[in-house]
């Protein structure tokens, strides 16, 4: 190791040191006045991107429920943009939890509890955690160029059942796939996990609002899908080459898993240079995910509960008529016009909105035209001058 | 929140809203109501295009 003294003009001195490398190596030193900026030095990151690609992988939005029992489909069930593909692997609960790995400054994570075991694992049979990315929003992969980037996913997991576990990068556009294995070393522990994946110079991403990348986290898979070898390179997708050596997740009503903390980042890194999760505030976070799910009820109260919080309240017009229309403009524009759900206080059923007067139910109807605002009517008369139509609304555009 | 899906949609029917359609009415098995927008890049209707490619599945008009 070589080093160069500078003594400075009254006292003391600085020391630049050249770091064991081999090779000729070249730093320059950009042409300007000020002073480097030598604290917090392992904290700079030249991110690509302004924000985490990811959003909500600290699990703290769930606008639609922070609990869900019963769930043996596919769909985002809980936690903002966090879906699952799941078929004939077991029954599940999703719950947005407060256990976290200590001192990484998460305050929530993605718990799936499994309910009903599947012991005897199907053919056909998946279940995979994924998050679906917008096809315009990862341009900056400059995937299927010369110029393709590396892409590193990182996640905190805790499960019940240790072994193999299979991580995927899916290009939804092109049908190709990556996977990689990880383990999970210790049952009912948090770990963090690094994974790196090599860059594709096949197969562009649409620059458009559909869905077109994913990052799937398998939990289980039957041999339709690990009959094969597992494909560890970017290829067109090969169904039994995509989950082989994955564990049965559902393999008893013991059985957890947790996540949080999950990141993408631009580029190759391990365990040691990942940069640090992107911590943003919950309003912020909030706001981007209203980009594919909005409602008229209180954060923290699941959608279709019955409560009056947040109804909308219009009246009739005209003795005898009983015709009430009405118009909404979402606070966030939607990724695509999207599908609605009329809610009433009542609970439970949907497609109606209740009479002020009598507590009645009323049907409706609503339609989205544009990704900004959206119509409601009420379809059968009800009422006269004055009387009330109330109702709530989910809408939702999802990947 | 359930995915839409072919295979829980029970019924789909044209919505008439401001002299138009471009709204479906579907109702899945365990009658929930949705309010589908005609548009491409929404995933309920991809699913409702699936629907209806298969034998039988029609979409009713408006009442």
Same mark, same amino acid.
């Given at each position: 190791? =070589?080093?160069?003294? %500078?003594?400075?003009?009254?006292?003391?001195?600085? /020391?630049? &040191?050249?770091?064991?490398?081999?090779?000729?190596?070249?730093?320059?030193?950009?042409?300007?006045?000020?002073?480097?900026?030598?604290?917090?030095?392992?904290?700079?990151?030249?991110?690509?991107?302004?924000?985490?690609?990811?959003?909500? $992988?600290?699990?703290?939005?769930?606008?639609?429920?922070?609990?869900?029992?019963?769930?043996?489909?596919?769909?985002?069930? &809980?936690?903002?943009?966090?879906?699952?593909? *799941?078929?004939?692997?077991?029954?599940?609960?999703?719950?947005?939890?407060?256990?976290?790995?200590?001192?990484?400054?998460?305050?929530?994570?993605?718990? *799936?509890?499994?309910?009903?075991?599947?012991?005897?694992?199907?053919?056909?049979?998946?279940?995979?955690?994924?998050? *679906?990315?917008?096809?315009?929003?990862? #341009?900056?992969?400059?995937?299927?160029?010369?110029?393709?980037?590396?892409?590193?996913?990182? @996640?905190?997991?805790?499960?019940?059942?240790?072994?193999?576990?299979?991580?995927? %990068?899916?290009?939804?556009?092109?049908?190709?796939?990556?996977?990689?294995?990880?383990?999970?070393?210790?049952?009912?522990?948090?770990?963090?996990?690094?994974?790196?994946?090599?860059?594709?110079?096949?197969?562009?991403?649409?620059?458009?609002? $559909?869905?077109?990348?994913?990052?799937?986290?398998?939990?289980?898979?039957?041999? +339709?899908?690990?009959?094969?070898?597992?494909?560890?390179?970017?290829?067109?997708?090969?169904?039994?080459?995509?989950?082989?050596?994955?564990?049965?997740?559902?393999?008893?009503?013991?059985?957890?898993?947790? @996540?949080?903390? *999950?990141?993408?980042?631009?580029?190759?890194?391990?365990? /040691? &240079?990942?940069?640090?999760?992107?911590?943003?505030?919950?309003?912020? +976070?909030?706001?981007?995910?209203?980009?594919?799910? #909005?409602?008229?009820?209180?954060?923290?109260?699941?959608?279709?509960?019955?409560?009056?919080?947040?109804?909308?309240?219009?009246?009739?017009?005209?003795?005898?008529?009983?015709?009430?229309?009405?118009?909404?403009?979402?606070?966030?524009?939607?990724?695509?016009?999207?599908?609605?759900?009329?809610?009433?206080?009542?609970?439970?059923?949907?497609?109606?909105?209740?009479?002020?007067? &009598?507590?009645?139910?009323?049907?409706?109807?609503?339609?989205?035209? =544009?990704?900004?605002?959206?119509? @409601?009517?009420? =379809?059968?008369?009800?009422?006269?001058?004055?009387?009330?139509?109330? @109702?709530?609304?989910?809408?939702? =555009?999802?990947? | 929140?359930?995915?839409?899906?072919? !295979?829980?949609?029970?019924?789909?029917?044209?919505?008439?809203?401001?002299? !138009?359609?471009?709204?479906?009415?579907?109702?899945?098995?365990?009658?929930?109501?949705?309010?589908?927008?005609?548009?491409?890049?929404?995933?309920?209707?991809?699913?409702?295009? !699936?629907? !209806?490619?298969?034998?039988?599945?029609?979409?009713?008009?408006?009442?």
């Amino acid at each position: 190791m =070589s080093s160069i003294k %500078l003594k400075g003009s009254s006292s003391g001195d600085v /020391t630049i &040191t050249v770091p064991a490398a081999a090779g000729t190596n070249t730093v320059t030193i950009p042409a300007a006045t000020g002073n480097l900026p030598l604290s917090n030095l392992d904290h700079v990151t030249n991110r690509p991107n302004a924000k985490p690609l990811v959003l909500n $992988g600290n699990m703290a939005v769930a606008q639609r429920s922070t609990s869900t029992t019963g769930i043996t489909g596919g769909g985002h069930h &809980t936690i903002d943009r966090m879906k699952v593909d *799941l078929s004939d692997g077991g029954t599940w609960t999703q719950t947005q939890d407060a256990d976290v790995p200590t001192g990484q400054g998460f305050a929530n994570s993605w718990k *799936l509890d499994c309910t009903t075991a599947d012991t005897s694992v199907a053919a056909g049979t998946f279940h995979v955690a994924r998050y *679906l990315f917008e096809g315009q929003d990862l #341009q900056l992969l400059k995937k299927g160029t010369s110029s393709a980037e590396k892409v590193t996913v990182s @996640f905190w997991i805790k499960a019940t059942v240790t072994g193999t576990y299979i991580a995927e %990068l899916y290009d939804v556009d092109n049908d190709r796939q990556i996977s990689q294995a990880y383990t999970v070393s210790s049952a009912n522990t948090w770990e963090k996990k690094v994974l790196s994946f090599v860059a594709d110079t096949t197969g562009a991403l649409g620059d458009d609002n $559909g869905s077109s990348f994913s990052i799937n986290l398998w939990l289980s898979a039957g041999s +339709n899908f690990t009959s094969g070898t597992l494909n560890t390179t970017w290829a067109g997708q090969n169904l039994v080459n995509r989950v082989v050596g994955q564990v049965n997740s559902a393999s008893s009503t013991d059985n957890n898993v947790y @996540f949080t903390g *999950l990141q993408m980042e631009v580029g190759e890194y391990d365990a /040691t &240079t990942i940069p640090p999760f992107q911590h943003e505030s919950y309003g912020d +976070n909030l706001q981007r995910c209203k980009r594919y799910c #909005q409602s008229t009820f209180s954060q923290g109260t699941a959608i279709g509960a019955a409560t009056a919080a947040g109804i909308i309240i219009t009246c009739a017009a005209g003795t005898g008529i009983g015709r009430v229309a009405t118009g909404h403009q979402f606070p966030v524009s939607f990724r695509a016009v999207p599908t609605i759900v009329i809610h009433n206080q009542t609970g439970g059923t949907t497609g109606s909105g209740r009479n002020g007067d &009598t507590g009645g139910l009323i049907t409706m109807s609503a339609g989205a035209a =544009s990704t900004d605002a959206a119509h @409601f009517e009420n =379809s059968e008369n009800f009422g006269n001058d004055g009387a009330q139509l109330q @109702f709530q609304f989910s809408a939702t =555009s999802e990947l | 929140m359930k995915q839409l899906t072919k !295979e829980i949609i029970s019924t789909v029917k044209k919505v008439i809203l401001a002299g !138009e359609v471009n709204t479906y009415k579907v109702v899945d098995n365990d009658n929930d109501v949705y309010f589908v927008p005609i548009a491409t890049d929404n995933t309920d209707y991809q699913a409702v295009q !699936e629907w !209806e490619a298969i034998d039988g599945n029609n979409i009713a008009d408006a009442d």
